[in-house]
C-alpha cells in the first residue's frame, strides 16, 4: 500500500502493547502491504524485520526477513519476507546465544542481546493461514526482536552490557 515512516525512540507508541488480530480483514491486510512495503525501503541499515508499532498500528503484526543464499548465485543473498499475524513462540531450544543486535525505531545504536538459538512458532499468514514452523540462527534472532516489539520491548531493554554506536558497530574488530 504505502511506504510508512518508522517511529523512533522516544516515541511513547512503541511501548504500547499490541492488540490480537481477531479476523484477517482488508484493514489487516492493508497494514501487512504497509509492513512489507516499509521494510523493503529500509536499506541503510537494511531492515531484517518491522513490528506494526514501529509504523503506527497498535496491532499484533509483524514481517521478518529470511536471507538466504541465492542457489543459482552463491555470492548472491536473497530474502523472503514473512508476515506473521499474532505469532507466539510455542517452543525454544535450552541454547541461547548473545549477539548483535540493531533496531530501525533506536537509530545509531547496537548492543549484544541474549536470544534463543531455535524456536518453534506459530502465527497466521495473509491469507488467514495458521503457519507453524521452526526457525534457527538470525531468522529466529528476528522473529524474537519483532515479538518484542508486539509487546512493547524495545532491544535497547536486553542488552548485555552497554550500547555502541552505529561507528563503533562499523569499526568493531571480529576476531576479538
Given amino acids: 500500500m504505502a511506504v510508512k515512516q518508522i517511529l523512533t525512540v522516544p516515541n511513547d507508541f ?3 502493547k499490541t492488540e490480537k488480530v481477531k479476523t484477517v480483514d482488508k484493514n489487516i491486510l492493508n497494514i501487512t502491504k504497509d509492513l512489507i512495503d516499509t521494510i523493503k525501503v529500509a536499506k541503510e541499515p537494511e531492515g531484517a524485520g518491522l513490528a506494526a508499532t514501529q509504523i503506527g498500528y497498535s496491532k499484533r503484526i509483524c514481517a521478518v526477513r529470511n536471507f538466504y543464499r541465492d542457489p543459482l ?3 548472491k543473498i536473497i530474502s523472503e519476507d514473512i508476515i506473521l499475524i499474532n505469532p507466539k513462540i510455542i517452543s525454544r531450544s535450552k ?3 548473545i549477539d ?3 533496531c530501525l525505531s ?3 545504536t547496537y548492543g549484544k542481546v541474549e536470544r534463543y538459538e531455535k524456536i518453534k512458532v506459530i502465527a497466521i499468514n495473509s491469507e488467514g493461514k495458521e503457519l507453524k514452523f521452526r526457525a534457527a540462527g538470525f ?3 528476528t ?3 519483532e515479538i518484542d516489539h508486539l509487546d ?3 532491544f535497547t531493554d536486553r542488552v548485555i552490557g552497554k550500547t555502541i554506536t552505529e561507528e563503533e558497530f562499523d569499526n568493531l574488530n571480529y576476531e576479538s
Wanted: no cysteine.
Fill in 14 to 16: 512503541l511501548r504500547k
Fill in 73 to 75: 548465485n552463491s555470492n
Fill in 95 to 97: 541454547e541461547t546465544d
Fill in 100 to 102: 548483535w543486535e540493531g
Fill in 106 to 108: 533506536v537509530p545509531n
Fill in 139 to 141: 531468522l529466529a534472532r
Fill in 143 to 145: 522473529i524474537q526482536h
Fill in 152 to 154: 512493547g520491548i524495545l
